[in-house]
T-cell receptor
Framework: NAGVMQNPRHLVRRRGQEARLRCSPM?????VYWYRQLPEEGLKFMVY????????ESGMPKERFSAEFPKEGPSILRIQQVVRGDSAAYFC????????????FGPGTRLTVL | AQKVTQAQTEISVVEKEDVTLDCVYE???????LFWYKQPPSGELVFLIR??????QNEISGRYSWNFQKSTSSFNFTITASQVVDSAVYFC????????????FGAGTRLAVHP
């Protein structure tokens, strides 16, 4: 049973470009969460999605960030007009049922903004 | 509000030593769950354990053991006979109150095990 998959693993963007991060949950999991880890810090929640629905986006910056989890295909975290402060590791997690069911994490996408 | 405190920023031990990583939490829920994750140098997050507040029995898995004490709001993690492969950042977490939409993570403890 494949784990949570994220791609790309590393992404380099120049300031002002767009970044698209993809996450395929584990088979049978319909709950997807995105977290951000700034250098030398813990993980901070960004958004929680179920298929075609955003359930909680309380951790998402109000501008430039968006997320989706379409009926078909992976969940996408999109960052428009990236700035240097967006440089971080972005982790996706999935669970079969909502929290407090265990969340299993993907390997993360390391975003570097030049 | 929910809060997880991992007061030990970094711990350094020599192989075969026992080491305990502390986790203190605050919650307004009467029933709740606690988690530990490991982040090795390769960067991925590995699930270690989930415990619920109903069960205060200590959990043992090989060289790993967890001590849950509701009276002191602590959920400490002990590695017995540490090995170099245990070197990682370890995170304690609990769900937010009410909506249960996310995990609240502590800042993590970086463990370095030296040969």
């Amino acid at each position: 049973n494949a784990g949570v998959m994220q791609n790309p693993r590393h992404l380099v963007r120049r300031r002002g470009q767009e970044a698209r991060l993809r996450c395929s949950p584990m088979k049978g999991h319909s709950h997807v969460y995105w977290y951000r880890q700034l250098p030398e810090e813990g993980l901070k929640f960004m958004v929680y999605l179920q298929k075609e629905n955003i359930i909680d986006e309380s951790g998402m910056p109000k501008e430039r960030f968006s997320a989706e989890f379409p009926k078909e295909g992976p969940s996408i975290l999109r960052i428009q007009q990236v700035v240097r402060g967006d440089s971080a590791a972005y982790f996706c997690a999935s669970s079969r049922f909502p929290v407090p069911d265990t969340q299993y994490f993907g390997p993360g996408t390391r975003l570097t903004v030049l | 509000a929910q809060k997880v405190t991992q007061a030990q920023t970094e711990i350094s031990v020599v192989e075969k030593e026992d080491v305990t990583l502390d986790c203190v939490y605050e919650t307004r829920d009467t029933t709740y769950y606690l988690f530990w994750y490991k982040q090795p140098p390769s960067g991925e997050l590995v699930f270690l354990i989930r415990r619920n507040s109903f069960d205060e029995q200590n959990e043992i898995s090989g060289r790993y053991s967890w001590n849950f004490q509701k009276s002191t709001s602590s959920f400490n993690f002990t590695i017995t006979a540490s090995q170099v492969v245990d070197s990682a950042v370890y995170f304690c977490a609990l769900p937010n109150s009410g909506g249960y939409n996310k995990l609240i993570f502590g800042a993590g403890t970086r463990l370095a095990v030296h040969p």
